[in-house]
């Protein structure tokens, strides 16, 4: 009975000690100043001004640089060639003479052609001064009526002799002058023979002549864009694998009558080439205006966001960002120019990405 009630006793009073040590805890917990934890301070940012601008809606389409004028040249008549004037690559005036077939036997045919010419001549004098002779003779009735017919009919053949002669002349000298093979057109001499004494056939062609400033950029458009664009309107053309470019490029032809293959409308676009900065039959890429110029905003291109979607964050009178979508019309490396269905006044630049809509800055 004594063991028993003592091991009661101890329990009860450990069971005592740890309540008093938890409630002498609890209290100095309470007594103890809580820390306040400062708020988080608004991110800051800088902002711009959209600048009003008057844009054009506008199409990318890449074609071919075509030189304006290209041609294959040969001679029209055959012979051996005999000497080349100008030599691959050089530019040639309009009628210079680039090659020369040799002109012996046409030369000789000319003087041949003069000869035949002066005899006729005589012969004609000749015949029209007997015809005259007994014409008067016949009129004072010394002569028969008969004679003085048969005289003039002579002259008239010899006329005709003489006419002919000259007409062979014409020819042998036109066949002296196509033995030089002359430019058509002021251009560039792409391609020749590389050495002269090949005797050549009519018409073989041996030349190309081009014509490099201006080049024709050839494209096609799509038939919903045809009644958009205008004969006259200024294009910005850019070369596709250099750094040429220029915006005084200018639209010559709408084809009224779609591609049979693609049935796009093809374009031809004049593509100035002074110190021949494009290279002709490589492609360009070519910036249509399509359609009336309308309002629009020119922004740093820093201030456009495109995750998601093309948008800028504007800032409200309140301090909080608004995620604004907007269409870009025209895209360069330093500005944008973007249409927008809402007013923008205050956009911020270099947005970051931990910047959502409702986010509450400063601006600096």
Do not use: C
Not at 340 to 352: F, M, T
């Amino acid at each position: 009975m004594t063991i028993a009630r003592r091991t009661l006793v101890l329990s009860g009073i450990s069971a005592g000690l740890l309540a008093a040590l938890a409630a002498v805890v609890n209290a100095q917990a309470k007594s103890k100043t809580a820390v306040p934890v400062p708020a988080a301070a608004d991110p800051t940012v800088q902002t711009v001004e959209p600048r009003q601008v008057q844009s054009l809606n506008r199409e990318e389409i890449t074609g071919a640089l075509q030189p304006a004028r290209q041609l294959q040249l040969g001679f029209e008549v055959p012979g051996r060639l005999a000497r080349l004037n100008a030599t691959k690559g050089a530019q040639v005036r309009e009628g210079q003479v680039i090659a020369q077939l040799d002109p012996e036997m046409a030369d000789a045919q000319v003087l041949q052609a003069e000869a035949a010419v002066k005899a006729a001549e005589a012969q004609s004098a000749q015949a029209a001064d007997t015809a005259r002779r007994h014409s008067e003779l016949q009129e004072k009735g010394s002569m028969s009526d008969w004679q003085s017919k048969s005289s003039t009919s002579q002259a008239a053949a010899a006329a005709a002799q003489l006419q002919a002669a000259r007409a062979q002349l014409a020819q042998a000298r036109a066949a002296r002058r196509r033995h030089d093979l002359a430019a058509p057109f002021a251009g560039t001499l792409i391609e020749q023979p590389d050495q002269i004494g090949a005797t050549v056939a009519t018409g073989k062609e041996l030349f190309t002549l081009e014509q490099l400033d201006p080049l024709v950029l050839k494209l096609t458009l799509p038939e919903t864009s045809r009644g958009s664009l205008r004969v006259g309107a200024k294009v910005r053309v850019e070369a596709v694998g250099g750094g040429a470019q220029t915006d005084e490029a200018v639209v010559r032809a709408i084809i009224p009558s779609a591609d049979a293959a693609t049935r796009r409308i093809p374009v031809e676009i004049v593509v100035p080439n002074a110190g021949a900065r494009f290279t002709a039959h490589t492609l360009a890429r070519a910036t249509l205006p399509l359609g009336q110029p309308e309002p629009a905003l020119e922004l740093p291109a820093s201030a456009l966001a495109s995750t998601g979607g093309d948008h800028v964050y504007a800032v409200a009178g309140s301090g909080e960002v608004k995620r604004i979508p907007v269409q870009v019309v025209d895209r360069g490396a330093q500005k944008v120019v973007v249409k927008s269905a809402e007013p923008l006044a205050r956009i911020v630049d270099y947005p970051g990405s931990d910047l959502v809509d409702g986010t509450k800055v400063s601006v600096r």
